[in-house]
Structures are given as structure tokens and as C-alpha cells.
RNA sequence: GCCCGCUUAGCUCAGUGGUAGAGCACACGCUUCACACGCGUGGGGUCAAUGGUUCAAGUCCAUUAGCGGGCACCA
């Protein structure tokens, strides 16, 4: 019979040939006796349904000692198992005494020869297969049938996937895909081999006599007294645990179990498992298994999966490939805070290319944080914070009520978010909050009133509010960042009530304040002003328009221009009025005139169309440059008008007057109502330049 | 071979059927009394391809391509 391999020399130790049982060819053969050739040894022709009859010859060389494969079919069969490489790679005694001590390459190339020689080589081929490799030397690795110990799983499996059905006990977050790739493994369950041919770790506790009967107890005197022979000479196995079988007892061994302690009690079961996907089966699944064999429970009721950091290239990091990230190299360059924030803006259970310049905006967005309070801190004196500095919003500024609803709306986000896991959302919504609206606006909008070197109850009021709303979002910023926010918040609790006291949870009162005892902010949906939102709108679409004319056409920072405002809308004209102060500072204005229409538009003036038909208009007398004017206008224009189509053509379609939700065809229609008056605003407005 | 995920600006990535976004990078201007690790203003998109569902698709469905991952197998 003709038979392929990979590996000449462990022929040396077949027990048998198989053959698939409906294969035509090999039929009559089954049960039948040959010849291993380079052997004394008569081996049987076998049945197998593992044989594939169209790989290779259809006829399977069977190596029991040798093969994962071969060793199951010799289970299955009865066959004896021939160990002919030793643990050295070397050829044993039972390789016959041509090849004993021989490296297993040396013999493969003898056996080769020796198959020549006797005319028994059919042919050799060059034939590409995965081969296996020591993970840290890379040398081949030859199996070998050897004695382990086994855990049975098949009931602890059971058990966990019984608790997945009935008590949805761990969920996962996100659920898909992870809950199937959990339940997968556990129903497709195998025998869990522990030991491991480590020197370090946890020794197998099982105990030889020297007749060779195992005990396994707890200890070697436990084994001596089950031994009932006192002094005879015990041998412990020399495997340790495989690290995963102790790994799968943290959630309660590291609570003090077996003792029933008060940290077990009070502890066990957890709420939160935070891990990555690459360990599910290793480590959460055994987690489960286990606490339902040792605690009957569940150790965990939500399994949060995250993201797994590779390196820039997208490669997953190793020692050996030599691609980690040191974290405490890059604590050092950035800081602590900035890597932590980093790590939660990674979008939740998705991948992370590991770049230095991510960190990087994060170490600034610290240096923002850091600037901010500084600068609130500067002007604090007579400031006070707290709950009852927010009593008065009766006297809030447009702008007080808008950050306050900001703030709000930002707390509801990021708290969603954090319920969700959703991590990466809380950081966007924190970000932006206290970047944009907090530092670029809320900060230049009272920066007059807090700086006044007089003091007044006013000044110290708008002082109170900053810093009530720093106090605020360091709160709300901590889990994020908590260093920075530690220190900054210890500054400003000297100017709470009780020293900051006054925030902690009623429990904590007389610990020492700490924002990390603090309690975290809510919404207030009573605080959130669709209005003021809307107004303050009004307010930074004008000053952002006026400071793009500036900047467009060229006007030096340092020089202030008049602003015209024209509003039809006798509210609009109002918000203008009273933040004028704030708009004369941050648009850098001389002068800022609000007025229902503007007959007469100032020669060389540049024009900007704004929202509910209003107008600002920068006169510039000799300074303007019309091209770039034009241009300007132009590109606005082209802009609207794109917009204003689409929204038309839309509107237009009685299918969607007919199908779309009513709000969003009222949605619509205001949007495009406003695209078409900015559009014919712009048009006029070119037209007067041109004319 | 089976299963899963991804493909959006130069790069790395968010995006919940209804106006495509961020950070970095880029361009221009700025020693504006918290911050140049900053401030202001800009430019930059066939949302992989094709088909379908829908009044409406980056988003839902199907197919294809490319990339990544897991499991199985490798006589």
C-alpha cells in the first residue's frame, strides 16, 4: 500500500493504515495484515471515517504516539501507541537500533534513504503545510503522547450556559457579537488540560506513592494520612496549574474565599467585568464555570468588552515583535490623565491604533483644563460656590443661563453614556463642553465683568457663577481625569461652603472633601433653556460673522471696526441689545448699532446675511477688497442656495408632504424658509457691491 | 473550509433613516492682560462598488471586492 507523510521517521511508529470505509479502492484490505517496512512490526489495515479518501492515497499512515488525529483513532481502535521521539526530539529504543539516538531530521532523511534503497519510494514532493511553533523559540514542535491532568467541563459548562439562558447572566456589553462567541465555546466544550511543564506556578497537588498510586488532596500531609503509610516517600507531581485555572478563581479567592470574610460577603457577586475579547474564552468563561462550581453564582452580572490596543500599523503588540507601548514612557510624556482619557475616548469593544499624537490632544486638553481654572482662580476673590450661588437665576445673564443649560444637556450625555458603556461618547460630549463652550465662549463672554479690578456685588456674582461652573464640570470631568481634577477642585473647595463639605454625600460629611466623595452630576432638566440656547445662537453666529469679514478681509487684529446689525425681528434686536457689550468685545467692535433695517448701507461695507433675517454689516470704508468681498459672498451664496434646492425639491415631492412625519416636513419648511431669505439677503448684498 | 468585524477628509477615527463630523495634519493672520500644549479664520468628502427597501440611505437588506480577526483542518 501506498502511503503519504510530512514526517517519514514516525512511520518507525505506526500502528495501522486507515482507509475510508466506503472507498472502493482499499475495501477488501480492511482487517488485513502488512508489513511495516524498516520493522519487525505487522500492523492491520483499519476502517475510519476521519480518512479523507480523496486527500493524498486515500490511505492514512497512523501514528497514535505521534499525531492528535492518529491518537484519537487509535483510541478509537484499539491500537498500541509506539513512542519512537523522546523529549528531546531524539529517536528512542522503539525506533529499532538503525535510528535509536538519532535527531528526528537526521532519521527522516535516513528513512528516506533506507525507503530507496529497498525500492519502496514512490516519489517525494515539495508540499507547503502550516506547521507548529514554539511560541518563544520558534523551534517545530513534535507531538507526543504524555500523561496530563484533565478537568472535566462538560457539567460546569452546562451549568454556565444554563445561567446564560435563564438568569441572561454575564451580559455582555456590547452584546453582539460576544454573547455568541461565549456561548459557542461553552457548547462546543472540551476537557480543559492543567497541567503545564512550567517551573513557576501552583504545583499539581496529587501525590505519587511509590508504587505508584496517585493521591490528590489538598496537602502533602493530607496525601500521607489518605496514603495510610506515615513516613513512606511521596512525590509530587512536577506540573504547575495551568495560570488560567487560578485566574478562573479571582473573582472570589481574591475576597479571601474559602473563608467566609466580610469582603466576600459584601462583595460577591461583582457588578462589572471589564476585559478584552481575546479572553473570553481563557479567562471570563472560566470565571463563570468556576464561581458556579465553588460559589453557586454568577461572579459577574455585566462583562463590559473593550477595544484591544494595537500598534500604529495596526498589529497586535508583543514582546516579541517588539511593538508595546511602555505605559509608564508614555505617563511621563503626557501624563496620566491624558493617557487614561485616551484610552476611554477609544470607541467602545472597537480596535485602537496606539498613536502618540492622540495622547498628545488629550495632554492639551489637560493644559486647557489647567489654563481655564487658573484663569478662574485669578479672579476669585469675593467669589463664592455652590448651592447657594444658584439660587438666583433671576439675575443670570443670557450667557449664565445658556452655559448652565450646556452644562446640563452635556450632563445628561455623558451620564447616558457612562450608563451605556459608551465611553468614547462621554469624552466627545466632556471635550466639547468644556473646550468650546465653556473656555471659547462662556469664559470671553464674562471675561470684562469677572476682570474688573472694583469690586461690586455684580463682579462677585459673575465671579460666584464661573466658578460655580468650573466646580461643576471638574465634577463631572473627574472619572475621566482624575488627577487634574483632584488638585484643582482641592483649590477651589476652600470657597464652598464647609470647605467643600458641602458637596459630599450625606455618608461621607465628615470624611476630608474630595471630589472623588463628591457627588456627580445630574441633569436638571429645569435648568435646560431651549430659549437661551436659541438666543446665545443669535448672538455667536453674529460675532462669528463678523470676525470671518475680519478676518477675510484682512483687517489687523488690533483695530476695531463699527458693526451695523439690522433685525427685522424686535426680539432678535433685543438679545443683540443686551449682550452688546459682549459682542463690541469678542467681534472687536468700536461700536455696535441695532436697528429694524438699514436704508443706507455704507459705502464699501462688508455684509453678512445671519438667521430670522437679520444682517450685520462691517463698513470699510477705503479698506475693502471687493474681489475678495465678491468672492466671499459668492461662495456663501452658491452655499445657500445648494441647500435651499435640495430642501425645495424635497418639499416639493408629494410623497414625502404625504409620508414624512409632519414635524419633519415643518422642520423642513423653516429650514428652507431661512435658506431662501440668507439667499436673496446675499444677492442683494452683491448686487449693492457691484452697483 | 466555517463564523465575525471593518472599509467615511491627507492620517487616525466618531456618526442614533431626515443639514456629513472630531482630533491631528494643511493654509492665512495673531507677543488680544488663563492658555503658542494657545487664539481667530479658512480649504479639504463619489461615506469601497453594485443592486434593493424607503417619501428619504453613510445609516436597513443582498451581492461583490479589499483588509483584519476567531475557530476548524493541514496524512
Same mark, same amino acid.
Given at each position: 500500500m501506498i502511503v503519504a507523510t510530512?514526517?517519514?521517521?514516525?512511520m518507525l511508529g505506526d500502528t495501522a493504515v486507515a482507509v475510508n470505509p466506503d472507498d472502493e479502492r482499499y475495501r477488501d484490505l480492511i482487517g488485513a495484515t502488512l508489513q511495516l517496512p524498516l520493522t519487525a512490526r505487522e500492523i492491520p489495515v483499519i476502517a475510519d471515517e476521519f480518512v479523507d479518501p480523496a486527500f493524498g492515497t486515500g490511505a492514512v499512515k497512523v501514528t497514535p504516539a505521534h499525531d492528535p488525529n492518529d491518537y484519537a483513532m487509535g483510541e478509537r481502535h484499539g491500537l498500541p501507541q509506539v513512542v519512537v521521539i523522546d523529549k528531546h526530539a531524539r529517536m528512542t529504543n522503539e525506533a529499532g537500533k538503525d535510528f535509536v539516538g538519532l535527531d528526528r531530521y537526521e532519521a527522516r532523511a535516513k528513512v528516506v534513504e533506507r525507503f530507496d534503497a529497498l525500492d519502496l519510494l514512490e516519489k517525494v514532493v515539495d508540499y507547503e503545510f502550516a506547521i507548529s511553533r514554539c511560541d518563544r523559540c520558534r523551534t517545530v514542535v513534535e507531538p507526543l503522547v504524555s500523561t496530563q491532568w484533565f478537568c472535566r467541563m462538560t457539567e460546569m459548562a452546562e451549568r454556565a450556559l444554563e445561567a446564560g439562558n435563564k438568569?441572561?447572566?454575564?451580559? #455582555?456589553? *456590547?452584546?453582539?457579537p460576544w454573547t455568541k462567541v461565549y456561548t459557542d465555546w461553552l457548547e462546543n466544550i472540551h476537557d480543559w488540560c492543567i497541567s503545564r511543564q512550567l517551573w513557576w506556578g501552583h504545583r499539581i497537588p496529587a501525590w505519587y506513592t511509590e508504587d505508584g498510586k496517585v493521591i490528590v488532596t489538598r496537602s502533602e500531609e493530607e496525601a500521607r494520612a489518605k496514603a495510610g503509610c506515615g513516613d513512606a516517600q511521596l512525590t509530587q507531581d512536577d506540573d504547575v496549574l495551568d495560570t488560567w485555572f487560578s485566574s478562573g478563581l479571582w473573582c472570589f479567592s481574591t475576597l479571601g474565599w474559602p473563608d467566609e470574610t466580610d469582603d466576600l460577603k459584601t #462583595?460577591? *457577586?461583582?457588578s462589572v467585568l471589564v476585559t478584552?475579547?481575546?479572553?473570553?474564552?481563557?479567562?471570563v468563561a472560566r470565571m463563570t464555570m468556576l464561581s458556579l462550581k465553588f460559589m453557586d453564582e454568577i461572579p459577574f452580572c455585566e462583562v463590559a468588552i473593550t477595544g484591544i490596543i494595537l500598534d500604529k500599523h495596526g498589529q497586535k503588540m508583543s514582546k516579541m515583535k517588539g511593538n508595546t507601548v511602555d505605559p509608564l514612557a508614555v505617563f511621563d510624556k503626557y501624563g496620566v490623565d491624558a493617557t487614561r482619557i485616551t484610552l476611554a475616548a477609544a470607541s467602545a469593544g472597537t480596535d485602537v491604533r496606539w498613536r502618540d499624537d492622540q495622547v498628545e490632544s488629550y495632554r492639551n486638553f489637560a493644559n486647557k483644563i489647567w489654563n481655564a481654572a487658573r484663569f478662574c482662580l485669578m479672579n476669585a476673590e469675593g467669589a463664592r460656590i455652590g448651592a447657594r450661588v444658584e439660587g438666583a437665576s433671576e439675575t443670570w445673564a443670557l450667557h449664565d443661563r445658556w452655559i448652565v443649560s450646556r452644562f446640563n444637556r452635556a450632563a445628561e450625555e455623558i451620564n447616558a453614556a457612562l450608563e451605556k458603556r459608551q465611553f468614547h461618547e462621554a469624552v466627545y460630549s466632556l471635550y466639547h463642553f468644556f473646550w468650546d463652550d465653556f473656555c471659547d465662549w462662556y469664559i470671553e463672554l464674562v471675561k470684562a465683568d469677572v476682570t474688573n479690578v472694583e469690586a461690586s456685588p455684580a463682579r462677585d456674582a459673575a465671579r460666584s457663577r464661573l466658578l460655580t461652573m468650573l466646580e461643576q464640570s471638574l465634577r463631572l470631568l473627574h472619572p475621566l481625569m482624575p488627577f487634574i481634577t483632584e488638585e484643582l477642585w482641592q483649590r477651589l473647595a476652600s470657597l464652598a461652603g464647609e470647605g467643600g463639605r458641602e458637596f459630599l454625600h450625606p455618608a461621607y460629611r465628615e470624611m476630608n472633601p474630595t471630589v472623588m466623595l463628591a457627588a456627580y452630576p445630574q441633569v436638571r432638566a429645569e435648568l435646560i433653556d431651549e430659549r437661551a440656547e436659541s438666543e446665545m445662537n443669535a448672538v455667536i453666529e453674529l460675532i462669528s460673522r463678523v470676525r470671518s469679514i475680519r478676518s477675510e478681509m484682512n483687517v489687523k487684529p488690533g483695530e476695531a471696526v463699527r458693526v451695523l446689525v439690522s433685525a427685522p425681528d424686535a426680539r432678535t434686536r433685543e438679545v443683540f441689545a443686551t449682550s452688546i457689550d459682549q459682542i463690541k468685545r469678542i467681534a472687536r467692535a468700536s461700536e455696535v448699532t441695532i436697528s429694524e433695517s438699514l436704508e443706507v448701507v455704507p459705502r464699501g461695507s462688508a455684509r453678512a446675511a445671519l438667521g430670522a433675517g437679520a444682517e450685520a454689516i462691517v463698513p470699510l470704508e477705503g479698506l475693502i477688497d471687493f474681489e475678495r468681498e465678491q468672492g466671499r459672498l459668492g461662495r456663501e451664496l452658491e452655499k445657500v442656495e445648494a441647500e435651499a434646492a435640495r430642501g425645495e425639491a424635497q418639499l416639493a415631492n408629494s410623497q414625502f408632504r404625504e409620508r414624512a412625519p409632519a414635524e419633519k416636513v415643518e422642520e423642513l419648511g423653516k429650514r428652507v424658509d431661512d435658506l431662501v431669505s440668507r439667499a436673496q439677503a446675499i444677492r442683494r448684498m452683491l448686487e449693492a457691491l457691484r452697483g
Open positions: 510530512t514526517r517519514p521517521e514516525t438568569q441572561h447572566e454575564p451580559e #455582555f456589553v *456590547p452584546q453582539n #462583595f460577591y *457577586p461583582t478584552g475579547r481575546d479572553i473570553i474564552f481563557f479567562w
